[in-house]
């Protein structure tokens, strides 16, 4: 695994892990809001 420019693995690590949590936090509520604007579009088609 490349350091990703940080002084340390175990640095370049925690940062990944930071990093995917809040990808997470991120894209929950997105996907949520995609999934209604798809179901809206779904209604109008009927």
Do not use: F, N, T
């Amino acid at each position: 695994m490349a350091r990703m420019g940080h002084a340390s693995l175990r640095a370049a690590l925690i940062y990944q892990h930071a990093s995917a949590e809040r990808d997470k936090v991120i894209a929950e509520p997105l996907g949520a809001q995609i999934g209604k604007s798809q179901e809206g579009r779904a209604d109008a088609a009927s």
